[in-house]
């Protein structure tokens, strides 16, 4: 075992200290899954709104988490609207979560 412990800390350890605090920073849908996954096993809905013609339509989602809190996003297409959605939804557990602690 200690063997063991050697060969990971000379090889695995100094990578460790290089990695991003938050490896999910760019990617808040993903943030979003993973933690919804964790705390409720389950994924967060997303609901989806477009407005507008087809050559400048707005659209508008909404995230809903497990405890039917929600978070809301807008952008040019359904994947970014969504993208804010999520990062809105994640302000809004982090917030929730301070405020229980």
Known sequence: MRACERIFGKLFAPAFETLDDDLWASNPKGRLQ???QRRW???PRYRLRRE???HAAVFTA???AGDGLTGTGRGPNKQ???THAAADLLRRLQADHHRQA
Do not use: I, M, Q
């Open 52 to 54: 507008g013609p087809a």
């Open 80 to 82: 970014e609207a969504e």
């Open 62 to 64: 909404e995230a809903v």
């Open 34 to 36: 993973e933690y919804c």
């Open 41 to 43: 096993k389950s994924g």
